[in-house]
Structure formats: structure tokens, C-alpha cells
């Protein structure tokens, strides 16, 4: 089944390829090859810009932690969003394709290590949705200090507590998150 073809706007980069169909090239011409490295350091830029970092610092191999950081920001996204060849973002950033595909290698293995942490989920989660988290956790704080006053509990009492009422405030954030999007249509 042949794939749909892409929507092409102007200025946009679509995932990039070493050849096309039938080994033909992915770019016409050298205006074309010019325009297209153009724009990669146009996204260079930006993000060297919104980090404060000049781009012949990136291009100059600075191993300063600043700006080791601004070029795996660059060839994570290059690689990621826009499907750029490594040895494309190598020749950007002035270092070897070696050192990018360490790069995406890295990255690859902390997303891998973020995602088997298993509180991150949930974490994720209350981050997600902060406000009905905190309105929630409230109630039910106010309303068990009212039903149970806290000079009956000692430290420990008071931290089983807490942790029962966090198990608590997720459950009914679940529910209320559940009720939102079926009953009222929207997430």
C-alpha cells in the first residue's frame, strides 16, 4: 500500500533521507542544497539564541558543559523532529558524525531510563494536572482536619497520613478527569 503523499508548506523540513526512491537524489540542485542548510542553521541559531550562546562557539568544539548542552539540544532535535542525517548535523555543528550518534545514543538511553523509573509516571501525571491535584489534596487535608484533629497524631501517624492521603487525591483525580472528558466532552 503506497504511502500518502506529505502536505508541503514553505520553509518547512520533512524527514530527510540519504537517497530517494530509486537511489534518485533528495535534492534538485545546489540552490536547493542551499536553501536547505540555510535552514538548519536558521534552527541552529534559534536555539543557540534562546540559550544565550553564540553559534561559532557551538561550530568552534567548545567542550564547556554550556555549550555541549546547546549542541545536544540542536542534533536531538535535528535528529528527532526533523529526521536530519547525522553526518548533515555533524558538518552544522563542526564535530564528528561519530559524536552525534554518541549524542542520539545518550539521549536514547535516558528516555529509556526515565521511562523504567516508576514513580515518573505519576509524577508526570500530577504534574500534568497540578490545579485539580492541589484543589483536591486541599479538601480532603481540610476536611481531615476537621473530622480529625492533628494533636492525635505523632510524626509517623502523620506522615501514613499524608501518603494515604496523596493515594487518595490521585484516585479521585483519576475519577474526576474520567467524569470530565465523558460526561462533560472535553479533557
Known amino acids: 500500500m503506497p504511502r500518502r503523499a506529505r502536505l508541503d508548506a514553505p520553509g ?5 533521507i ?16 542551499k536553501n536547505f542548510v540555510k535552514r538548519l542553521a536558521e534552527l541552529s541559531a534559534e536555539t543557540c539564541q534562546a540559550e544565550n550562546v553564540s553559534i561559532e ?20 532535535g535535528l535528529v528527532k523532529t ?13 564535530v564528528s558524525t561519530s ?14 531510563l526515565i521511562n523504567n523509573v516508576p514513580l515518573l509516571p505519576i509524577l508526570f501525571f500530577w504534574s500534568g494536572n497540578v490545579t485539580s491535584v492541589y484543589f483536591i489534596q486541599w479538601i480532603l487535608f ?8 492533628k494533636h492525635r497524631y505523632m510524626s509517623v501517624g502523620a506522615l501514613l497520613v499524608g501518603i ?7 484516585a ?14 472535553y479533557s
Open 12 to 16: 518547512t523540513l520533512h524527514h530527510v
Open 18 to 33: 540519504l537517497r530517494g526512491n530509486e537511489r534518485c537524489r533528495i535534492v534538485d540542485d545546489a540552490a536547493d542544497r
Open 57 to 76: 562557539e557551538i561550530k568552534g568544539g567548545s567542550r564547556r558543559k554550556e555549550i555541549s548542552w546547546v549542541r545536544v539540544q540542536i542534533a536531538i
Open 82 to 94: 526533523h529526521g536530519v542525517a547525522l553526518a548533515e548535523i555533524a558538518r552544522q555543528l563542526g
Open 99 to 112: 559524536a552525534i550518534s554518541k549524542i542520539i545514543k545518550r539521549a536514547d538511553y535516558l528516555v529509556n
Open 142 to 149: 481540610g476536611w481531615g482536619l476537621f473530622l480529625f484533629p
Open 164 to 170: 494515604a492521603a496523596l493515594c487518595v487525591t490521585h
Open 172 to 185: 479521585i483525580t483519576l475519577l474526576y478527569l474520567k467524569l470530565k472528558k465523558h460526561i462533560l466532552g
